[in-house]
DNA sequence: TAAGATTGAGCAGTCAATCTTA
DNA sequence: TAAGATTGACTGCTCAATCTTA
């Protein structure tokens, strides 16, 4: 009620794409500001619900989700591809979480160079409170989109990620 | 050629949503974590391009398509609202353009606590120039799309923009 | 040599506090 | 009092360099 869900101090109230006019005279270009637009804006509802209502933030949540499935856990390495981030980013952001209990890492059985990150029992009830109200939040954001719809958005998402991953290899 | 667009260190090779069965129990959140994945992987190889291409960061281009409108340029809360971002992050943003020589500002006619920032002739050509790269590799990365599905894309986009500013008004 | 992980420097972003002007 | 802008503290992220083990 008294929370402010877009942000506090400069969020836009008339949502549009950035740089319109300026960039969009071509097709691609407008889809791609439309999609980094409403990317970005639900990425900082996420991030400011995770924040006031959990003191959570959403690079830690996106490590206890990615290590939720595996009950041994995950190495280090594997961790950084899944997530699309740096090797020493995830270094700092599990070293938070095993601050706050939520994680634990042992040294890899074979290799003495790696080790492997697991939720602790703690970790793993938290995640599930947590990722329940992340999906209540995404459903509240999808509300207007039919069943259709999102099922159309589903497929053509997927075109676009073969397409992008095609210019991301060439050359 | 010899650039490798995707991440040096780390990127996954096998593109796929993040959490992935964690979290993928709901169609919205997969149509999320999809949406998701499909900005980020674009925006890093925007950013990776403009810095090898141009030692250009995608945030001072940002800004500088924001200014490549309006000849008179535009106040710095303007620009914040326009970017989504906060007021202290176009400071740092702006004073490094105009350490560039590519914008520069002036106080406000009317006001004297507000400044009003603008490109450089300078600034107005290296925009020229970044942008039509900047819709090359936009062109690339949406190469395998035809146009209806472009139009179809942009379409679904808009309806969810829409649900989305509804989700983060109420309450 | 190379691979897993960490560290340190630097940019980007938020927020709260502050300064100045309205 | 409030609004425009700046500053300082903090998180997150990348990258290059480094350390350790394979």
Request: proline content about 4%.
């Amino acid at each position: 009620m008294a929370t402010p869900l877009i942000e506090k101090q400069h969020m836009a109230s008339t949502v549009r794409e950035k740089h319109e006019g300026a960039l969009g005279d071509h097709l691609e270009v407008r889809v791609w500001l439309r999609l980094l637009s409403c990317s970005t804006i639900v990425e900082k509802q996420l991030r400011r619900r995770f924040e006031d209502e959990f003191g959570m933030t959403l690079p830690r949540f996106d490590v206890l989700a990615a290590l939720e499935r595996s009950r041994d856990g995950l190495p280090m390495g594997e961790l950084s591809r899944r997530l699309l981030v740096s090797n020493g980013n995830v270094t700092t952001v599990v070293r938070q979480l095993e601050g706050a209990g939520l994680v634990a890492s042992r040294p890899a059985p074979g290799d003495r160079r790696s080790s492997i990150v697991a939720l602790t029992p703690t970790g793993r009830a938290r995640f599930k409170q947590l990722a329940g109200a992340h999906h209540q939040w995404i459903a509240e954001a999808f509300a207007d989109m039919d069943q259709d719809s999102l099922g159309a958005l589903y497929g053509l998402l997927a075109q676009l990620k073969l397409s992008i991953g095609k210019a991301g290899q060439e050359e």
